[in-house]
């Protein structure tokens, strides 16, 4: 069974920290592609972090130095380390894999074509 589970999710004041975390199945942890993006109800979705050729990580300008993907390979786990929490990184956060070469346009609005999709974790961020 092809999946991808977030867990981590859930509601901080601004400054706060929170870990994300998406567990995959042995068919899903896989593509020159994989990290994560995130949505607010009304808007596009954006990408956030991600892996690229299984080691080079990728960030959004609005999260550098924030931010921290890292993934345990063992345990077919990736995770978004957030510090500094601000109220504007308040959405819907997925993690997705099997994306581009290069992971390309994943910062384009929308994404990028990515094979796997996880159901998301809500992140909420209060000022």
């Known amino acids: 069974d092809v999946q991808l589970v977030e867990s981590g999710g859930g509601s901080v004041q601004a400054g706060g920290s929170l870990r994300l975390s998406c567990e995959a199945s042995?068919?899903?942890?896989?593509?020159?592609?994989m990290g994560w993006f995130r949505q607010v109800p009304g808007k596009e979705r954006e990408g956030v972090a991600f892996f690229e050729s299984g080691w080079r990580t990728t960030y959004v300008e609005s999260v550098k130095g924030r931010f921290t993907i890292s993934q345990d390979d063992a345990k077919k786990t990736l995770y978004l380390q957030m510090n500094s929490l601000k109220p504007e990184d308040t959405a819907m956060y997925s993690c997705a894999t099997g994306g581009p070469r290069y992971c390309s346009g994943v910062y384009a609005p929308g994404g990028s074509f990515f094979g796997y999709w996880g159901q998301g974790t809500q992140v909420t961020v209060s000022s």
């Open positions: 042995e068919d899903a942890y896989k593509g020159h592609c």
